[in-house]
């Protein structure tokens, strides 16, 4: 016995959805900027103050992180998943924010449970 399943493909649903990359603004502590001693790639954030960075593409209309490869939707991913700021790594998939995220790119809520 394998275990593999075929009739159950299990993909994450953010790899078909990426609605929270194009919902809201991605603001976080300077020092998680790699000029700065942390990950996110300079280029990819705009300095709002001198204590906080934004995610490029987050404040403008329509909201889309520069960082974010893909279709709404369809297929998407994070382009700098390893190096993303913390709002996005405690963003939790099933949450009611996700749920405002998915709603606002026209698609359902995740059903109930663990992702
Ligand atoms: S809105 Fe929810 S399901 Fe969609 S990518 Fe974000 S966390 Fe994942
Ligand atoms: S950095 Fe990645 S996870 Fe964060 S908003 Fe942009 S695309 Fe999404």
Redesign the pocket.
Known sequence: MSGDSADAPSIHPCLTCGAC?ASFR?DFAVYEMEDMGGRVPAGLAVEVNGSTCR?RGTDHVPIR?A??TGTVGVKAA?G?YEW??SP?REFEAGSHACGIARARHGMAPLPDGVY
Do not use: K
């Open positions: 990359c991605v995610m992180c960082a974010l994070c700098i993303r700021p996005c």
